[in-house]
């Protein structure tokens, strides 16, 4: 009986040597790969900065102010410190990864090893045959190989985790301009624009934005401040109402309010009677066109930058456009005409040059709402009066927010609105106002007088 026992172990021995390392086998893949998703988030977030500093160090305005302030030894030293840590968190990725593959192969080669040393001293004493040995390896292969692949299976699944979770987090968050489930368009035909004491407050960073993606620890936690209190006026079809007063005061957050960029706090803003909040984002973007005092062109040709406003539009709209906004002769005399590659944000043309083309997108779409920030703000005394000319013509017969620093601007405008501290503090005409010793009249002897003193 304990011969027979004795020749039972001799047989399984071999097997149950090289089954013991199993669970050696599996440790080595769980912790490294714990410890590599951990790498792969960290290398994420480096590059997600590398890839923040590229961006706006290297574009056009960037690399302009670094030249400006003489700083490009002290740019590439910071990008090198930067790309520097990439490196070294994929030289540690890469360390890692080979650790395991180096381990997961020792460790299923130190099993055959066991198997051939004791099936060989068994087959040697004759407990158990040598194809047995042979047959024993050959299941041991079996067995090691697809764990291999299970172990870098989980390896691939945990880093990829970590990929899902920055995704699921830009996934969940909400965005702040939804279109309601009843909206609906905006009726056709002039349109009378109102504001319905408005109040509004800028979002805190945590509702728009994540730090995973901001490459800070913690999102800035400063609470809401009003921006806006109160505010109420009406523009109707046919008039344009000028916002004036000094920096900071809320105009431009006025104008963006109109093409619904940010949501009021409370109050509302309304077309023809329909809040905005209700209306369809397609017939909200037809309807309201924006130029800000920053035009922004994409990194495309003339045209394509045109059609954006219009994908249908014809040549001879086109042309009339440029004409409108007294560019057509410039774009005529370019040698590739309207293929001309403008450049990132446009930086082959002159700011003025730029802010035409943009005039001439919007006098394209053609909205029934106009919004101006300081349009006419880059141009000379000559090409403003002519600019001028055609938003005058332009806007007959639509609803305009003009945002202006100008003296004809102002005096052209059939209501002026003085904006102070988010609040509208004085409206009326340019006579009315001038005619009381409040804000306007100030900002007039200090802003406008000037230029009225120095045109011809």
Known sequence: MMMMAKSIFWKQRPALVALILLPIFLLPARRVGRRLGGLYQRGLELNAEMNTVMTERFNVAGAMVVKIFGRPADEVDYFESRAGRVRDIGIEQATYSRFLFVALTLTASLATAFAYGFGGLAAVSGTISTGTVVALTAFLGRLYGPLTSLSNLNLDVMTALVSFERLFEVLDLEPMIVESPTARDIGPGPCTLEFNDVYFSYPAASEVSLASLESVAVLD?????EVLFGVSFSVAPGTVTALVGPSGAGKTTISMLVSRLYDVTSGSVTLNGLDIRESTNRSLSETVGVVTQDAHLFHDSLLANLRYAKPDATEEQIFEALRSAQIYD?????????????GERGYRLSGGEKQRV?????LLKSPRVVVLDEATAHLDAESEAAVQ?????????????????RLSTVRNAHQILVIDGGRIVESGTHSDLMSRAGLYRDLYETQFAPQEQIAP
Not at 330 to 342: A, E, F, I, Q
Not at 358 to 362: D, G, H, I, P, W
Not at 393 to 401: K, Q, Y
């Open 358 to 362: 943009a005039l001439a997108r919007l």
């Open 389 to 405: 000319r055609a938003l005058d013509a332009t806007m007959a017969e639509r609803t305009s927010i003009v945002i202006a620093h």
């Open 221 to 225: 936690d400063t609470p809401r401040t």
């Open 330 to 342: 410039l774009v005529s005399s370019l040698p590739k005409g309207l293929d001309t590659v403008v």
